[in-house]
């Protein structure tokens, strides 16, 4: 009986020209997939840098402003204390106070409110913005020793720019007190000019084609003293730094959870300003920076 015969599978073998095309097409899509990895990541640091320096910008604009806004401020009562010619042991009378006050206010309607002491710290003079100037009445708080825009000026009878902080006898608003000491003519301390400066004048314009970096600057007590968006974060509330803020030199890059926004992460930048303590914050939600 003859052995069974077994069929033989014949593979075909692929011809030269064959495997050379199909190396080419597996280097070719190879390559195209590390273009695409490497040019998404490429395109994504070039995305980051480019948002970072908007931001980088945005809070150049608001620390430079910011600090032209309080210095244009201090100025103006540095004038007054400057043009003034106090006899020896006299406070400043409240007819010549009354005529500084409301001519300053006139010309500077950022300041809130402005006001001169006597020595001891009684209020001679106040005037309010856009109305006319007057003495407290009795029963009014007459007397501002515990401010410290009084104190500071008499101590060491320099010009005292505070924190932010809330009006009281003035009004209620959110204010930052420049003041400036007033020396008689025999060079003794007679007194202090104060303004309060309503921040929410300052000029300034953050043009963006697309995106408005949201802006914050916060004093040395961590008090928000000036914010773009005072919906989320307004004047007076405080500013927690995220670890990574605190860690990151001035001008680099963070990215932080805005517990305002639902922790939404945002990419920023923070500055120091000259006053201690004082630093600015720009930043823009991260997926905004993505979807451009």
């Known amino acids: 009986m003859s052995e069974p015969v077994i069929p033989i599978l014949r593979r075909t073998l692929p011809s030269f020209k064959a495997l050379v095309v199909g190396r080419l097409l597996a ?5 195209a997939v590390s273009v695409a990895v490497f040019g ?7 995305i980051r840098q480019d948002s970072t320096e908007h931001l980088l910008e945005a ?16 100025a103006a009562l540095a004038h007054l204390g400057a043009t003034a010619r106090l006899p020896a042991g006299q406070a400043l009378s409240p007819a010549i106070a009354a005529a500084w006050l409301e ?30 100037s007057f003495s407290p009445a009795a029963g009014e708080r007459l007397s501002v020793t515990d401010r410290r825009y009084f104190a500071e000026p008499k101590r060491t009878g320099k010009p ?20 400036i000491p007033l020396l008689d003519d025999a060079g003794q301390f007679a007194g202090v000019v104060e303004g309060s400066v309503d921040l929410t004048r300052l000029p300034l314009t953050l043009d963006n084609a697309h ?45 932080f959870p805005d517990p305002a926004q639902r922790g ?29």
Do not use: C
């Open 211 to 255: 995106h408005l970096p949201m802006v914050i600057v916060y004093d040395g007590t961590r008090s928000i003293v000036f914010s773009t968006r005072p919906q989320l974060h307004a004047p007076l509330r405080p500013w927690v730094p995220d670890p990574a803020e605190t860690a990151a030199a001035p001008g680099t890059a963070f990215t």
């Open 160 to 179: 005292f720019v505070s924190g932010v902080f809330q009006g009281r006898g003035l009004g209620k608003d959110p204010i930052v007190a420049i003041s």
């Open 40 to 46: 998404g990541r490429f395109l994504t640091r070039q």
């Open 27 to 31: 280097l070719a899509l190879l390559s």
């Open 264 to 292: 939404i992460p945002h990419l920023a930048v923070r500055l120091p300003l000259a006053r201690a303590g004082w630093h600015v914050v720009a930043s823009l939600a991260v997926e905004v920076v993505e979807r451009d």
């Open 59 to 74: 809070a150049l604009r608001v620390r430079d402003g910011l600090a032209a806004y309080l210095h244009l401020h201090e």
């Open 103 to 132: 001519n300053t206010s006139k010309v500077y309607p950022g300041f809130f409110t402005l006001l001169v002491t006597d020595a001891d710290g009684r209020i001679v003079r106040a005037v309010r913005r856009n109305e006319p």
